[in-house]
């Protein structure tokens, strides 16, 4: 099934009467990596949970494929996530969470299947996290700090599994990383988010030419530099 293209129109959100996001639009081609950054408390987590479903806009549209998805819960868009502090079920077996076994090996969870999650280290619950978010065949990907809690290499060898699942099946995926050097790796384009707005989205060759101010240089300047 390939990927679902997203389309958000001015999405705002207020969280305690603080604006988080302010009348955020972007533009997801189906298929397409867009890399997610910016500061913590830019808005990032909270606009990923709106395009999910879990949480809805004050104002503004999500779209999946031209539809509307206000109408439809998270269950209804065929969305996958991996949340930051993975929401893993504390009863259900790694195998429960992944409905079989056909992805243990995948994600380097083999001989884990009928474990629970506390039985799991840091990193197995992580690659249990990311192997759950694509085990029902999702159309779009979110991942809020996948690989957070790894080491360089597992991160680097996860990815790659990753990278070469969404190729074969070819779901979209938003990616939220302060992991820059996998960011620029991966992503084809990056939206840039701060203060709850795009500050700029496009490429990276187009971030570092024709950056559209100050601090966008400075951001894509050390992403470049840490890659």
Wanted: overall charge neutral; glycine content about 12%; aromatic content about 4%.
């Amino acid at each position: 099934m390939p990927g679902a293209s997203l389309v958000l129109r001015s999405v705002a959100k207020e969280v305690g009467g603080r604006p988080v996001l302010r009348g955020v639009s972007l533009d997801v081609p189906a298929g397409e990596t867009l890399a997610l950054l910016g500061p913590s408390g830019a808005g990032k987590t909270t606009l990923l949970r709106i395009i999910a479903g879990l949480d809805r806009p004050d104002a503004g549209a999500v779209t999946l494929d031209g539809v509307d998805a206000s109408a439809s819960g998270p269950r209804g868009r065929g969305v996958g996530m991996v949340f930051q502090d993975l929401a893993l079920w504390p009863y259900m077996t790694v195998e429960e969470h992944l409905g079989g076994g056909a992805l243990l090996e995948r994600f380097a969870l083999g001989g884990l299947g009928r474990r629970r999650p506390p039985e799991l280290s840091g990193g197995e619950k992580q690659r249990l996290a990311l192997a759950r978010a694509v085990s029902r065949d999702p159309r779009l990907v979110l991942l809020d700090e996948p690989f957070s809690g790894l080491d360089p290499l597992l991160r680097r060898s996860l990815g790659e599994s990753f990278d070469e699942l969404r190729r074969e099946r070819g779901f979209t995926v938003v990616w939220v990383s302060h992991h820059l050097d996998g960011a620029v790796a991966r992503a084809s384009r990056a939206a840039l988010l701060r203060d709850g707005r795009i500050e700029q989205a496009g490429s990276w060759a187009e971030l570092r030419t024709s950056p559209a101010n100050e601090w966008v240089s400075a951001f894509v300047s050390e992403a470049v530099e840490s890659a």
